[in-house]
């Protein structure tokens, strides 16, 4: 049997030296490994959602160089809105989904020279926001309000309300 003799040094350094190690092995060094572990996890979500961003940036440049070149193709005046409400929807063929164009009485001190009301039934949802996307990019148009809603079993698509100024 081995006896601990504690007053040997070579066994009293040892036993301390284990220790040490021991004790620089758990508080110091796992604790490292696990920090560096979660960092790289980290590291790789941040990469992925920057890489995300990018693809996400990119997009709306994309759009927003569309939009400019819309716009500029837009440069008309409109002299009435609901002529022009008209001639867009029949341009962009949702004629016949319009349900009801009505123009609004202004009240006093209103910021508009003109507003309407515009509802459209059983819409699809690209043409409809190609329709909108025009109305935001029309000059002189402001949308006021808008209510996009889904339609019911009888009515299927989507129901546009939208009441518009024009300064």
């Given at each position: 049997m081995i006896s601990l003799d504690l007053n040997n040094p070579k066994i009293l350094y040892s036993l301390v030296a284990l220790l040490l190690s021991l004790f620089l092995i758990q508080f110091i060094l796992l604790p490292f490994f696990d920090s560096v572990e979660r960092l790289e996890v980290e590291v790789k979500k941040k990469r992925q959602v920057h890489s995300e961003m990018v693809v996400v940036a990119n997009q709306l440049e994309a759009l927003r160089s569309q939009g400019q070149q819309s716009k500029g193709k837009q440069q008309q005046t409109i002299r009435s809105l609901l002529p022009w409400l008209e001639r867009t929807t029949a341009a962009d063929g949702l004629k016949q989904n319009v349900k009801q164009i009505s123009s609004v009485n202004l009240q006093k001190g209103d910021l508009y020279r003109?507003?309407?009301?515009?509802?459209?039934?059983?819409?699809?949802?690209?043409?409809?926001?190609?329709?909108?996307?025009?109305?935001?990019?029309?000059?002189?148009?402001?949308?006021?309000?808008?209510?996009?809603?889904?339609?019911?079993?009888?009515?299927?698509?989507?129901?546009?309300?939208?009441?518009?100024?024009?300064?």
């Open positions: 003109e507003r309407a009301t515009l509802r459209m039934e059983r819409l699809d949802m690209q043409p409809l926001l190609h329709f909108v996307e025009k109305l935001e990019l029309a000059p002189g148009i402001k949308v006021i309000r808008s209510d996009i809603r889904r339609g019911s079993e009888k009515k299927p698509g989507l129901t546009l309300f939208i009441e518009l100024g024009r300064f």
